[in-house]
């Protein structure tokens, strides 16, 4: 049983599209995140959300809209895709512990988008 | 903002040798994450270090955070090819909901069998 599912893993598109990715987790976790890693491997965090409120929105484009319908779900939309969009996406949750999110994080398996 | 400094980038070893990776934090960490990520994997949560000076040993893995709280190093005796892999380190600064956990650049590790 997949403790931080993503998906779709592999995703090929063309400039301009739109694109969705989808992340759930079954671990009861309360807060979620979207991280980015590029082709240097560097995971730069992209978004954090806590009981489906957003906490943490790093300088990231408008074209990126994450959305979290409830505190196990965690999606990602990008629209307008560029080439420098092309990473791997990683969903990750972890456990609030008191007011601090920063117990250990799950990683999804990773969304690997290439944009054309 | 805060800043979180890995080196060395890469490490190849021969299988036998140590391996050690550094992490260096511009500002005062609340607690200090180490992850592993295999070729083509995720990264995976190996440890996590909260106290001044606390030293924690897994098996051939010992990691330590340093006495200010700002750098931590993970050090690896006698690698084995399944230590192949980046280690990251991941530091957390503050202790509310919108504390934000910052990764290092990461070291690959590769290894001669």
């Known amino acids: 049983d997949t403790a931080v599912s993503q998906t779709p893993k592999y995703l090929v598109t063309q400039m301009g599209n739109d694109k969705s990715i989808k992340c759930e987790q079954n671990?009861?976790?309360?807060?979620m995140y979207w991280y980015k890693q590029d082709s240097k491997k560097f995971l730069k965090i992209m978004f954090s959300y806590n009981n489906k409120e957003l906490i943490i929105n790093e300088t990231v484009p408008n074209r990126f809209s994450p959305k979290s319908p409830d505190k196990a779900h965690l999606n990602l939309h990008i629209n307008s895709l560029e080439l420098g969009d092309s990473a791997v996406y990683f969903c990750?949750?972890?456990?609030?512990?008191?007011?601090?999110?920063?117990?250990?994080?799950?990683f999804g398996e990773g969304s690997r988008l290439t944009v054309l | 903002g805060q800043q979180v400094m890995q080196i060395p980038q890469y490490q190849h070893v021969q299988e036998g040798e140590d391996f050690t990776t550094y992490c260096n934090s511009s500002?005062?960490?609340?607690?200090i994450q180490w992850y592993k990520q295999r070729p083509g994997g995720h990264p995976v949560f190996l440890i996590q270090?909260?106290?001044?000076?606390e030293v924690k040993k897994q098996k051939r893995l010992t990691f330590q955070f340093g006495e200010a709280k700002k750098n931590s190093s993970l050090h690896i005796t006698a690698t084995q090819t399944t230590d192949v892999g980046t280690y990251f380190c991941?530091?957390?600064?503050?202790?509310?909901?919108?504390?934000?956990?910052?990764f290092g650049s990461g070291t690959r590790l590769s290894i001669r069998p």
């Open positions: 990750a949750s972890s456990h609030t512990t008191g007011r601090s999110n920063t117990g250990e994080l799950f």
């Open positions: 991941a530091g957390a600064a503050g202790y509310s909901s919108a504390s934000k956990i910052i």
């Open positions: 500002t005062t960490l609340s607690n």
């Open positions: 270090l909260v106290k001044s000076g």
């Open positions: 671990l009861g976790h309360d807060t």
